[in-house]
Nanobody, 126 residues
Framework: QGLLAESGGGLVQAGDSLRLSCAAS???????MGWFRQAPGKEREFVAA????????NYAHSVKGRFTISRDNANNMVYLQMGSLKPEDTAVYYC????????????????????WGQGTQVTVSS
């Protein structure tokens, strides 16, 4: 049974950087993986996704140019490097993994992901 565990969240000031980590265990996650976030009172939204090889990435318009997703398959890790943080980036961030779809064109859709972590809180103060 696969597990995803996020870490690295915290309280930062606007303009700061933060790196989130997602540790995968229990099985091989050999498809795309992604990050989503959910702010209080809002729907969960797509942030970024990356293919198994790391050769292709996909970003939400709101974070493009500020966030970078990467993965280290040898160590079963996925990362989200966040820069120029804004108060509107405040949310619980979730790591997710696909093991059935294998179609990166679908990576913005939360329903295509099969495994989810518990989330890590990121709070950006102004």
């Amino acid at each position: 049974q696969g597990l995803l565990a996020e870490s690295g969240g915290g309280l930062v000031q606007a303009g700061d950087s933060l790196r989130l980590s997602c540790a995968a265990s229990g099985r091989t996650f050999n498809s795309y993986m992604g990050w989503f976030r959910q702010a209080p009172g809002k729907e969960r939204e797509f942030v970024a996704a990356i293919t198994w090889s790391g050769g292709n990435t996909n970003y939400a318009h709101s974070v493009k140019g500020r966030f970078t997703i990467s993965r280290d398959n040898a160590n079963n890790m996925v990362y989200l490097q966040m820069g120029s943080l804004k108060p509107e980036d405040t949310a619980v961030y979730y790591c997710a993994a696909d093991v059935t779809t294998y179609d990166f064109l679908m990576s913005r859709l939360s329903e295509t992901y099969d495994y989810w972590g518990q989330g890590t809180q990121v709070t950006v103060s102004s």
